[in-house]
């Protein structure tokens, strides 16, 4: 029986990292997507290269591939290559004040990125578990509230350009095409579309 591989985008972030930690000392092979685009959003302070490193030297067998979620070629080429048993998608642009000041650049890192994302799972990964890490921001001013989880009312422009591909993945998840298994999780609460969430974090 080959071993558990885990594919996460946005390791060397927040979330990403801790992903990474946990399937690691569950027994996963992990490997990380990650090109370093918080420096290019923020400059030096928004730096997780020293993230990056401590994964590859605290992490057995920790495999870093430098990818823009961006470039679906790529992306699919990495998903073909690694085969994963699950995938986390945690990278985004995660600024409100930013996604106002760059919206292009903004939905192609949210909505597009997630994409190319779900469509190379689609295609070389279709029976492995799908976890998007989201934002409580997609329910609007009262997040947690029951009404708000119901009616989804994004309170900015990043919450709406977060929410796009949660709709377009779930579209695609109940679509008679053969399509991932699709979770999303966002603050402490995970909804499944397809299956139980392997892991959730707060997004």
């Given at each position: 029986?080959?071993?558990?591989?885990?594919?996460?985008?946005?390791?060397?972030?927040?979330?990403?990292?801790?992903?990474?930690?946990?399937?690691?000392?569950?027994?996963?092979?992990?490997?990380?997507?990650?090109?370093?685009?918080?420096?290019?959003?923020?400059?030096?302070?928004?730096?997780?290269?020293?993230?990056?490193?401590?994964?590859q030297r605290t992490l057995p067998e920790y495999?870093?591939?430098?990818?823009?979620?961006?470039?679906?070629?790529?992306?699919?080429?990495?998903?073909?290559?690694?085969?994963?048993?699950?995938?986390?998608?945690?990278?985004?642009?995660?600024?409100?004040?930013?996604?106002?000041?760059?919206?292009?650049?903004?939905?192609?890192?949210?909505?597009?990125?997630?994409?190319?994302m779900v469509e190379a799972a689609r295609q070389?990964?279709?029976?492995?578990?799908?976890?998007?890490?989201?934002?409580?921001?997609?329910?609007?001013?009262?997040?947690?509230?029951?009404?708000?989880?119901?009616?989804?009312?994004?309170?900015?422009?990043?919450?709406?350009?977060?929410?796009?591909?949660?709709?377009?993945?779930?579209?695609?998840?109940?679509?008679?095409?053969?399509?991932?298994?699709?979770?999303?999780?966002?603050?402490?609460?995970?909804?499944?579309?397809?299956?139980?969430?392997?892991?959730?974090?707060?997004?």
């Amino acid at each position: 029986m080959s071993r558990n591989r885990l594919l996460v985008t946005g390791s060397s972030g927040l979330i990403g990292s801790e992903v990474c930690t946990w399937f690691a000392q569950a027994g996963y092979q992990v490997h990380g997507v990650d090109n370093n685009q918080r420096a290019q959003f923020f400059g030096e302070q928004g730096d997780t290269r020293w993230n990056q490193a401590r994964l590859q030297r605290t992490l057995p067998e920790y495999v870093h591939h430098e990818v823009d979620i961006r470039d679906r070629a790529k992306v699919i080429a990495m998903v073909e290559e690694v085969r994963p048993s699950v995938i986390v998608h945690a990278a985004a642009q995660p600024s409100h004040d930013l996604a106002a000041r760059i919206p292009f650049d903004d939905f192609d890192t949210n909505a597009v990125g997630t994409l190319n994302m779900v469509e190379a799972a689609r295609q070389f990964a279709p029976e492995s578990p799908f976890i998007l890490m989201s934002t409580n921001k997609v329910y609007g001013d009262r997040p947690n509230t029951r009404h708000a989880m119901s009616s989804p009312t994004p309170s900015s422009p990043m919450a709406y350009r977060r929410r796009c591909p949660s709709i377009s993945a779930n579209i695609r998840c109940s679509a008679p095409q053969k399509w991932p298994r699709m979770s999303w999780s966002r603050s402490t609460d995970a909804t499944s579309a397809c299956r139980p969430v392997v892991f959730a974090a707060a997004a």
